[in-house]
Nanobody, 121 residues
Framework: QVQLVGSGGGLVQPGGSLRLSCAAS????????MGWYRQAPGKQRELVAV???????KYVDSVKGRFTISRDNAKNTVYLQMNSLKPEDTAVYYC???????????????WGQGTQVTVSS
């Protein structure tokens, strides 16, 4: 079985920074895309950033220049460095990954449990 466990959320003042981490564990053969989504109260879940296994990245326009996604393939971990945080960044952040387990050649999509980020003075 494969699990994604996210961490690093919390309360921060506007203009502050947070770093989210998400580690994949279990019977993993390979991981393709890894990403972060967020869902604010009353809104749909949206893609924040994604990184391919080769390191290519893509961001939603609202976080470009402020957030940086990275990954450590040896640790099966994806990170989201969030700088210059704004109140509108407040949401539950979920990590996501396309994982190939040792038991199959197919890739399946997995979600982390979500971590709360609150930006408020």
């Amino acid at each position: 079985q494969v699990q994604l466990v996210g961490s690093g959320g919390g309360l921060v003042q506007p203009g502050g920074s947070l770093r989210l981490s998400c580690a994949a564990s279990g019977s993993i053969r390979n991981i393709n895309d890894m990403g972060w989504y967020r869902q604010a109260p009353g809104k749909q879940r949206e893609l924040v950033a994604v990184i391919t296994s080769g390191g290519s990245t893509k961001y939603v326009d609202s976080v470009k220049g402020r957030f940086t996604i990275s990954r450590d393939n040896a640790k099966n971990t994806v990170y989201l460095q969030m700088n210059s945080l704004k109140p509108e960044d407040t949401a539950v952040y979920y990590c996501n990954a396309d994982v190939q387990s040792l038991r199959t050649i197919s890739y399946y999509n997995y979600w982390g449990q979500g971590t709360q980020v609150t930006v408020s003075s």
